[in-house]
C-alpha cells in the first residue's frame, strides 16, 4: 500500500529577506498587539513561560524568547498512522501529502441534485476516497444533518472509522465529544495505549481572526494537547475582512496565529504533534464575496508554507477548493493551479484538495475523482525528469539512428507505464470514437468511476464485532443500512436543506 514519496519546496515565492521581515513582523505583533484568549488557564500557563498578562482585557503578550522555546519543543515531523499497515504518513520536511477536507453542508450528488449531507456521504465519500491513489489521508469532508447535535461528533468519526484505512481527522466541537471520540478509537485500536502509540486520529480546533481565541476552542486545543494526539489549530484570516488586504500583512498576522497555536500546545504538552495551520483566503472586493479559489489564496499558501519550514514545523494548509458551483473548467483549473503551488512549495499536510466546491459549501461526488486527478499530476509534477544512464538510452538513440522506430524497443516496454501518468478522467481518444461512445465529458466519466466504487463492495475497515461493540457502547450511532432502506427517519432538529440553498 506505500506509494512514493514526493517532495516539494523548490517553489519559493518569498525571498530569504521576505521570510525573515516576515517572521519579525510576526515577533512584534505577538509582542504588542497580543492575543485575546478568554480562556484562564491559558493565560495562567502563558503568564507562568514569562508572557505578560492583562486580565481585564483577557490579553496574552508573547515575548520572543517564548516563542522561540516553543517551536523548539515542537516535532519537526511526526508520523500520522492509518487502521492498516502502509496507510501511515510522515509529515514534515518537504513531503507532500494531499488529502480531503471541509466540513460542507451540501453534496452535489449522484444525480446531480444540491442537497443537505448525511450521515450515509461520510460513508460514502470515505469508501470513494479509499480508492483513490493520490488522496493520503481523510478529513471528514461534510456535515451529518441527519445525526442530532449532541450526537454529530460521534457520528462522523464513527462513520469515517469504519470506511477509512486511511489517518482520520475532523473538528471537535465539545470536550463531552472529544472524549467520546478518544474512546470509541482507544477501542478500536485495543487500548488507549495501542492508540497513542499508533495513533490514527488527528483534531481540528480553531483560532480566529484577528488574534483572538474563544474559550471552548482554546479549552479543546489544550485538551488535545494533554492527550498528545496529532492536533491542527485551523486559522483563517480573510485578506482585506479579518487580516490586511496587502498579502504580506495577511501572512504576518496568519504567521501569528499558527504559531500561537504551536505556542500553547506545546506549553501544555511539549512534543505533541502539531500542525502549524494556515487557511489564508482572499475576499472578492467588488461583490464581496468570499473566495478560496482564488490565485491569491495559492499564492498565500505556498508562502505559509515557506514559513513553516522556516520554523521546521510540518504545516497544514488549504488549497483545492473551488469557488464554482459545478464540476466545470472555473473548478478545475482554480483547483489545479493553487495544487501546484502548493506542491512545489512542499506544503504537508494539504487538506480541502479533493471534491469541494461553492467556497467548501458543497462536496461533490465527481468533483473528487477529478481531483484526484488533478493531484496526481501535480505530484508527477515533483517527480520531475529522472536522470540516469538507463533513462537517458544513449545506446539505445545510437542504435535506431534514423532508421527505427523505439514502439517495439524493450525500453518502451520496460519505462512506458511509469513514465508518464495516466489520468482516470481525461478523454484521450479521437474524435470519431469520442463522438461514438456518447460524448462523455469529465463530469460524466468521473460520476461513472464514482457509481462503479459505490456499487462494489462495501469493504469495512472495522470487524462486525467492534461496530456492534461501538454501537453498545456510544448511543445515538445513526444506522445508514436502514437509513438507505428507507426505515429510518430524520431528527427532528435536522437543519433544513431551505437554509443553505441561498
Known sequence: MNRPIYHGGNYKVLSENEVKKIHEGTMEVLEKAGFKIDYKPALDLL???????????????????????????????????GQEEGREIVLGGTRVHFGTGGMAVNVLDLDRVKRPSFCRDI????????????????????????????????????????????????????????????????????????????PFIGFITSISSPLKMDELSTQLLMEVSAWGLPLATSTAPIAGITSPVTLAGTLVQQNAEALMGVILSQL?????????????????????????????SGIMNAAITQMAHYYRLPCYITVGTSDSKLPDAQAAYESSKNCVLAALAGGNFVHEAAGLLEGALTASYAQYVIDNDI????????????VDDDRLAVDLIISINSEGSYITQPHTVKYMRTESFFPQVSDRSSYTKWKKEGERDSWKISEEIVHKILGGERKKVISDVIEK???????????IEEQESGKATSPEDEIPYEAYSN
Open 47 to 81: 503568564e507562568e513561560n514569562g508572557a505578560k498578562i492583562d486580565r481585564e482585557k483577557s490579553k496574552a503578550y508573547i515575548p520572543r524568547s517564548l516563542v522561540s522555546k516553543c517551536i523548539k519543543q515542537a516535532p519537526g515531523e511526526f508520523t500520522f498512522y
Open 123 to 198: 460513508a460514502d465519500i470515505a469508501i470513494l476516497v479509499e480508492k483513490l491513489a493520490y488522496l493520503d489521508f481523510f478529513i471528514v469532508p461534510v456535515y451529518p444533518h441527519d445525526a442530532p447535535l449532541n450526537r454529530v461528533e460521534v457520528n462522523k468519526f464513527f462513520h469515517s472509522l469504519c470506511y477509512s484505512s486511511k489517518p482520520v481527522m475532523g473538528g471537535i466541537y465539545s470536550l463531552t465529544g472529544l472524549n467520546e471520540v478518544i474512546s470509541m478509537a482507544s477501542h478500536i485500536a485495543g487500548g488507549v495505549e495501542k492508540l497513542l502509540s499508533r
Open 268 to 296: 501544555k504538552n511539549p512534543g505533541t504533534p502539531i500542525l502549524y495551520s494556515a487557511v489564508p483566503s482572499t475576499m472578492d472586493m467588488k461583490t464581496m464575496a468570499y473566495l478560496m479559489g482564488s490565485i491569491e
Open 375 to 386: 493531484i496526481g499530476a501535480c505530484l508527477r509534477t515533483l517527480r520531475g525528469v529522472e
Open 469 to 479: 461493540e461501538l454501537r453498545e457502547r456510544h448511543e445515538g450511532l445513526i444506522d
